[in-house]
């Protein structure tokens, strides 16, 4: 993560994904390296920062069976730092509120118990 955010030449590294959605909720939440499983899917690790009027989830080492249908903040990963990039956000269909932290049914999640904390406006 160093070389993208010093480097303005480096790439984002490929390990890395950033995704992001319309959030049209009060609370904020922020979780820090929790991970989450859907179904038989392997699980998936990241951060999370959510307050209106935008989620945002960095999630590292992505398993390439896990394709989620969120927004990716970069799809083009060799943009430098600071080139700007057209972003298209659905104000009409996004998760619900508790996603990605409180999964279906088939799902789970794990939290680091230092690392979550809960708002409201």
Same mark, same amino acid.
């Given at each position: +993560?160093?070389? /993208? ?7 984002? #590294? ?5 995704? /992001?959605?319309?959030? #049209? ?10 991970? *989450? ?9 990241? !951060? ?14 992505? #398993? ?13 990963? !060799? ?12 104000? !009409?269909?996004?998760?619900?509120? /508790? ?8 799902? +789970?999640?794990?939290?680091? *118990?230092? +690392? ?6």
């Amino acid at each position: +993560m160093a070389d /993208y955010f010093f480097d303005e030449t480096s790439p984002l #590294p490929d390990e890395l994904e950033i995704y /992001y959605w319309f959030y #049209p909720f009060n609370d904020i939440r922020i979780a820090r390296a929790f991970g *989450s499983k859907f179904g038989a899917a392997e699980p998936i690790v990241g !951060d999370l920062l959510k307050f209106f009027p935008f989620a945002f989830w960095v999630t590292w080492n992505q #398993p390439k069976d896990i394709n989620l249908i969120l927004g990716k903040l970069l799809p083009t990963r !060799d943009l430098s730092i600071d080139e700007p990039s057209q972003l298209t956000i659905n104000f !009409d269909s996004y998760p619900p509120i /508790y996603f990605p932290e409180a999964p279906q049914e088939n799902g +789970m999640t794990v939290f680091n *118990s230092k +690392m979550f904390a809960v708002g409201t406006k």
